[in-house]
C-alpha cells in the first residue's frame, strides 16, 4: 500500500492510493472526488467518501482505488482511463470538476468527461443534480449535453421513493426516503435505458422517476449512477454507494474473478448499517 498526500479543497484531505492498479483489463479503478461538493457540506462529503473508500477497499474487482482526489489529478486520471469499456467510475458529491467538464466553455468540442462516458465508462452523483456545476456553471445544459438529450431534467423536490425488490436484496442500507432531483426515466432517449432502479416512486421498475438507479446508454456501455440527489439530508451515501457497486456494478461489468453467486452473500454481510 502506498500512501500520497496532496492539499485537496478546504480541508486539505489526502489523497490515498489504496490499491495498486493491475495488469487485469476487467479490474475497475475509481476515483472519489470531494475537491468541490454541492449540497452537501464538505466535511460531511468526505466523511462519506471515506466509508465507501473502507468498504471497497480490498475487494475483487477493485484495482486502483484513489479517495480525495484532487482536482488537479482528475484531468489526467481521466484521461488516461478513457479506454473502451474499461468500466472505470468517478465518484462525485453534487459537483462535476471543472477541470474535465465546463459545457459552457467547451460547448463545440467534447469534453473530457464526454469522452470518458462515451468510451464505457461511468459517472456516480450523490447531493446535487448530475452535472449541474457549483454555482449553476452548466444548469440544466449539464445532463442534457452530457446525455445528448435535449429535454432531459431532474426537478421535482421531495419525491417519495420507494425501495424497489432489487433495491432491497442489493441495497440493505436503502429505506424509503424522498428524493429531491430524481433521474426522469420518461425522458430517457438515444441508446439510453433504466438498466436497474433501486428506489423508484412506484416501487417498481416500471416507473417515471428513480434514485438510486442506474441509466445505461447501449451504445457507447456508458451508465450513470445517481445516489440519493437530496439537499443537505443525512442520507447512508456512502454505505449505498458502495452496495451497488459491490452487490452489482462489478458483476455486471464483468469485473469478478469468480461467480458473483459465490460472493455476492459475503459482500451483503460485511456491510453494515450505520443509521
Known amino acids: 500500500m502506498r500512501v500520497f498526500i496532496a492539499v485537496a479543497g478546504i480541508l486539505c484531505a489526502a489523497t490515498l492510493l489504496l490499491l495498486a492498479p493491475t495488469a487485469d483489463a476487467n479490474k475497475v479503478d475509481i476515483f472519489i472526488y470531494t475537491d468541490t461538493v454541492q449540497w452537501i457540506g464538505q466535511a ?11 468498504l471497497l477497499d480490498g475487494q475483487d474487482g477493485i484495482a486502483e ?20 469499456n474499461g468500466h472505470h467510475l468517478i465518484v462525485m458529491f453534487g459537483d462535476v470538476p471543472v477541470e474535465i467538464y465546463d459545457v459552457g466553455k467547451d460547448a463545440k468540442k467534447e469534453t473530457v468527461a ?12 450523490s447531493a446535487d443534480y448530475f452535472f449541474w456545476g457549483v454555482g449553476g456553471r452548466n444548469e440544466e445544459a449539464g445532463i442534457k449535453n452530457m446525455m445528448d438529450i435535449p429535454n432531459m431534467v431532474q426537478w421535482d423536490d421531495n ?17 424509503d426516503y424522498a428524493t429531491d432531483r430524481p433521474f426522469h426515466l420518461d425522458l430517457l432517449d438515444n441508446d439510453w435505458v433504466l438498466e436497474v432502479a433501486f428506489a423508484t416512486e412506484t416501487g417498481s421498475q416500471k416507473a417515471d422517476r428513480c434514485d438510486p438507479c442506474i441509466v445505461h446508454n447501449t451504445k457507447t456501455n456508458g451508465r450513470l449512477i445517481q445516489v440519493y440527489q437530496t439537499a443537505n439530508q443525512d442520507d447512508p451515501k456512502g454505505e449505498v454507494i458502495a452496495e451497488i457497486i459491490l452487490n452489482y ?5 464483468g469485473a469478478l474473478d469468480v461467480d458473483p453467486q459465490d460472493k455476492l452473500p459475503t459482500l451483503w454481510g460485511d456491510i453494515k448499517r450505520r443509521r
Open 44 to 54: 460531511q462529503a468526505v466523511e462519506e467518501a471515506e466509508i465507501l473508500a473502507d
Open 65 to 84: 482505488l484513489i479517495l480525495h482526489g484532487p482536482s488537479k489529478q482528475v484531468e489526467k486520471w481521466t484521461k488516461d482511463h478513457t479506454v473502451d
Open 114 to 125: 464526454e469522452e470518458f462516458l462515451d468510451a464505457g465508462n461511468s459517472f456516480s452523483n
Open 159 to 175: 419525491t417519495a421513493m420507494k425501495v424497489t425488490k432489487e433495491g432491497k436484496e442489493l441495497t440493505p442500507s436503502l429505506d
Open 249 to 253: 456494478y462489478l458483476e455486471v461489468v
